[in-house]
């Protein structure tokens, strides 16, 4: 597993356990840092979860738009918690992160879906996350 997608789950982790136990998403992302602090041998995921994670906090309200815009019929609050933070880490690599290829990002949000959700959602996420690569190429 490379350092970017352990990076991915360590972000996912984070972002699913923030939605879940309804705290604030700079909490967690504090708790994971003083964590991330007493474990260096883990330092390579830590830095690009990092970065993840104040993508999605940064441009959260765009990110959640771009998710109420694009999953026809499905409210964020109707979406399984996995879902919603599986979307806001790949929003945030395809909109926001220059450095990842769309189709990567598309790829590991996809992966994601397929080890820890529904049937249904990677599929779905397949398809919103296209759609808004899509978007973003042709804008």
Known sequence: MSARTKARKRALDVLYGADLRQIPLNQALATEAERAASEPQREASWLYAREILDGVIDNGDEIDELIETYSQGWTLERMPVVDRAILR???????????????????????????????DSAGFINGLLAKIAQTKSAG
Do not use: C, H, K, Q
Request: hydrophobic share 50%; net charge negative.
């Open 89 to 119: 880490i790949g929003i945030w690599e395809v909109v926001f992160n220059d450095e990842v290829p769309d189709g990567v990002a598309i790829s590991e949000a996809v992966e994601a879906a397929t080890v820890l959700s529904t049937d």
